[in-house]
Structures are given as structure tokens and as C-alpha cells.
């Protein structure tokens, strides 16, 4: 065979070895599969205002350098370069039944005093961090709670632990102790029932309808309940 063909067919080789390789990276490519989501840091910004975080701050809304809040959803995504990208591919929090997702946020603005629990802020079960983010979210332990379920949270903002949830068996009930609301008045031992808060397993409803902290008068009967532990606790007592 002619050398100069050998040559031409080796190069061509080459070649096409090297586009195999660098293909994805030149093109940017991020491939999401389907049970995972994309959490993005972004290295550098090059052009813009928004190029460093504000202080305090560590999840970006307009896309200023760091971790963004907006992740990618299952699919094929282009220009994420590796050299100015980081892009995670991360699992879908899956709640198991019988237990319940207690939420803590890494951002977002601080508590104010007197309160141990953030306010309940509608962002689609915490899956919506720039709702969070923007409409007055919250840092630290929340006092909404997601029920089983399969979720697309953004783990840069949001960390997720299982507990179990409350099981009263038959022939007991359920006596109900909350760690946040209006203090009780002198001289009473037990919080006045609040309605609305679905046997409080919604404890912003609870608070919103004027719910004191403490031993609660209420009780809860026999069922599951999906309650924060860090809004209530329960104790089972004999039902008498």
C-alpha cells in the first residue's frame, strides 16, 4: 500500500479519535438522566454585573458565580462547558411511606428572633428554589415538612432527613407538645384548639390560626400523621 495513503488514513484516524474525545466538552453536553436532576456551580463569570454573590449569600439568582438555584431538569443540555461548569448529577429525594422529609435551608434570610422554625413560603414542596429564594424564604430548619413522595430539590440549598411518622395504634391517643407559637397565658397549662391545621401536620395553619406553643388540649386518635418533630412531638397515652 502507498505510504502517503497509510499516512492520510492514520491522520484521518487521528482525527477522528480526537473528535470521539473532545466532542462533548467542545459542545458543552450535560446529559441528565431520568431519575436525577442537574445542580449547577458556575466557576466564573466573565461578562455582566452579577459576577460574585452578595455577602451572606451562597445560592445565585442572577447567575453570578457559585451555585445556582435553577437546576436541569431530565434531558440533553448544550454549552455547559466542563472549564467554566460544574454541573451534578443528583438523585430525586424519594420519601419513603411511613416516613416524612424534614427539611433544613442553607439560605436565605435569617429567622427573626423568637421564632426556633421558618415560615412556611410556597415553592412546590421545597422543588422551587428561586420561588423560595425570592418570595422571603428562610434559613435553617422549616416548618413545613413533604409527606412520601418523589421530589427534584435542589440539594445546594436544601438538605432532606427522614424521620418516621406518627403511628397511634387503636386504644390510644396521641398527646401533642408544639415548640412554636403564641406563649399560653398565666395560669394555663394547655393550648386552646386551633382548626385547619389537619391534626398539625400543617403547622404554619396552625400558627396562622393562632396556635400557642406547648401542651396542646387537642388530641390526636389512632392513624399515621406526617408531623415535623421539630414543630411537635407526640406522646401515646391509653385512651381512657
Given at each position: 500500500m502507498?505510504?502517503?495513503?497509510?499516512?492520510?488514513?492514520a491522520v484521518g484516524a487521528l482525527a477522528l479519535i480526537l473528535f470521539l474525545a473532545l466532542w462533548k466538552p467542545l459542545l458543552g453536553i450535560v446529559s441528565i438522566?431520568?431519575?436525577?436532576?442537574?445542580?449547577?456551580?458556575?466557576?466564573?463569570?466573565?461578562?455582566?454585573?452579577?459576577?460574585?454573590?452578595?455577602d451572606g449569600r451562597i445560592v445565585a439568582l442572577q447567575g453570578?458565580?457559585?451555585?445556582?438555584?435553577?437546576?436541569?431538569?431530565?434531558?440533553l443540555y448544550f454549552f455547559y462547558w466542563p472549564w467554566q461548569y460544574r454541573v451534578e448529577r443528583i438523585a430525586q429525594v424519594i420519601v419513603p411511606p411511613g416516613e416524612v422529609g424534614v427539611v433544613e435551608a442553607n439560605d436565605g434570610t435569617p429567622i427573626?428572633?423568637?421564632?426556633?422554625?421558618?415560615?412556611?413560603?410556597?415553592s412546590d414542596a421545597f422543588q422551587d428554589a428561586r420561588a423560595f429564594l425570592s418570595n422571603g424564604g428562610e434559613r435553617g430548619p422549616q416548618i413545613t415538612a413533604i409527606p412520601p413522595g418523589t421530589y427534584r430539590i435542589n440539594t445546594a440549598l436544601f438538605n432532606v432527613q427522614f424521620v418516621k411518622a406518627i403511628s397511634i395504634p387503636q386504644g390510644e391517643?396521641?398527646?401533642v407538645t408544639t415548640f412554636e407559637g403564641k406563649p399560653l397565658a398565666k395560669g394555663e397549662i394547655a393550648g386552646a384548639e386551633v382548626a385547619g391545621?389537619?391534626?398539625?401536620?400543617?403547622?404554619?395553619?396552625?400558627?396562622?390560626?393562632?396556635?400557642?406553643?406547648?401542651?396542646?388540649?387537642?388530641?390526636?386518635?389512632?392513624?399515621?400523621?406526617?408531623?415535623?418533630?421539630?414543630f411537635a412531638s407526640v406522646e401515646l397515652v391509653p385512651m381512657t
Open positions: 502507498d505510504i502517503q495513503l497509510l499516512a492520510e488514513i438522566p431520568e431519575n436525577c436532576i442537574g445542580v449547577v456551580n458556575i466557576k466564573f463569570v466573565l461578562l455582566g454585573r452579577h459576577k460574585a454573590l452578595p453570578e458565580a457559585g451555585w445556582q438555584a435553577d437546576t436541569l431538569a431530565p434531558g427573626p428572633a423568637g421564632r426556633v422554625l421558618a415560615k412556611h413560603i410556597a391517643v396521641g398527646i391545621h389537619t391534626m398539625f401536620q400543617n403547622g404554619q395553619a396552625f400558627l396562622d390560626g393562632g396556635g400557642f406553643k406547648g401542651l396542646q388540649e387537642q388530641v390526636i386518635l389512632a392513624g399515621t400523621y406526617f408531623l415535623n418533630p421539630k
